[in-house]
């Protein structure tokens, strides 16, 4: 076994190997964005084909933690919630490292090879030398969520910041958005949410319209004034945190206000735009746009559940152009979708 380290994080395969467990093979899929970290524990369930399972195996564990993004929260602390999570995975499985087959990561931040191999080596060093190990950005994660482990097509993330990534069949791929927001992480929840507040101060100034969301954000945050938003702002300007006002907007928008819906509507372009770079660049739908290809669709931005429905509205835009795109939303959360491409390291090595 390697290294124990973290403050004997591992320590609890002591009391599983001296009780006689650790049992069958075991996958570990990880899904780290920018909110939260996902990682599922899975069985290596037998296959007699080069086909997927119609339906992903059972989860047999699912652990949760905070922000893996190393751009958000440093390498260090990036590592210590990726560790922790898959710790406390196996630990709720009641096994240890020894019955790991395939470990996959798909982590928000990874957006070169040179992360890729950083963490690689990194994770290596803690899983015996016989586990296969592949470590993804987490758009990849989310197409396979979709298309239940075949990375083919085009998935759209917007949670608390946003990607388009696409795959052809013969493995080449690309990307659009996913910079951050600095960069402009534009028709993410962080985006929206940024937008909304400039428009509360420069309503307060006089240098733009009234709007409904001055008097809902205030209420929303506990807030006399728009002049208390400075503070609140930058106390803590974590992307998650101003991205949580994405329901207010959508709910002012939903009221008739138009400045929230000129806010959801450049959104809506935003990130079809990005779907549309990347189709475009890969030739997802051919020479004429009309072949049909996968859309994933991932994450609170998109989840259809409101009267101004931003995914449909995605749909809606992309599809005037591109009339194949067959849209997806996944059944599986995104880091089942990372114990697929786990599942698939497995089935490889067979």
């Known amino acids: 076994m390697k290294r124990d380290r973290n403050g004997g994080i591992w320590d609890f395969e002591h009391e599983i190997v001296a009780a006689g467990g650790e049992g069958q093979g075991l996958i570990l899929g990880l899904d780290g964005g920018t909110t939260s970290t996902v ?9 007699s084909d080069d086909h997927l399972p119609r339906d992903p195996p059972p989860v047999l564990a699912r652990a949760v933690a905070g922000c893996s993004n190393h751009n958000s929260v440093g390498e260090t602390a990036a590592r210590e919630t990726l560790e922790h999570v898959m710790a406390d995975a196996l630990s709720k499985a009641g096994s240890t490292r020894s019955a790991v087959r395939a470990v996959c990561l798909a982590v928000s931040g990874v957006n070169h090879p040179t992360d890729q191999e950083r963490i690689l080596d990194w994770l290596r060093a803690i899983f015996p030398n016989d586990v296969k190990c592949s470590v993804h ?3 990849v994660a989310a197409m396979a969520s979709g298309t239940m482990g075949k990375l083919h097509g085009c998935v759209l993330i ?18 659009a958005s996913g910079a951050g927001p600095i960069l402009g992480d534009w028709g993410s929840g962080y985006g929206i949410a940024a937008m909304a507040l400039t428009s509360v101060i420069r309503a307060y100034d006089g240098r733009g319209p009234q709007t409904m969301l001055t008097s809902s954000i205030l209420q929303e945050l506990k807030l006399s004034s728009p002049d208390e938003l400075i503070g609140w702002t930058y106390a803590d300007p974590s992307w998650a945190r101003i991205a949580a006002l994405v329901p207010v907007v959508v709910s002012c928008a939903e009221a008739g206000d138009e400045v929230a819906n000129g806010i959801l509507l450049d959104a809506v372009q935003e990130l079809a735009s990005s779907v549309k770079a990347v189709v475009c660049r890969l030739g997802l739908c051919g020479k004429d746009g009309k072949d049909s290809c996968p859309l994933v669709m991932v994450g609170g931005v998109l989840e259809a559940d409101r009267r101004w429905d931003i995914g449909r509205e995605v749909i809606s835009c992309v599809s005037k152009e591109f009339p194949g795109m067959l849209p997806i939303r996944p059944k599986v959360e995104p880091a089942v979708g990372a114990a697929l491409l786990a599942w698939n390291l497995v089935k490889k090595q067979s």
């Not at 990682?39 to 296959?47: I, K």
Request: net charge negative; hydrophobic share 35%; glycine share 14%.
């Open 39 to 47: 990682c599922v524990c899975m069985p290596v369930v037998p296959f």
């Open 137 to 139: 950005n987490d758009a």
């Open 158 to 175: 917007a949670g608390t910041g946003t990607i388009a990534y696409g795959y052809t069949e013969d493995g080449r791929e690309a990307r």
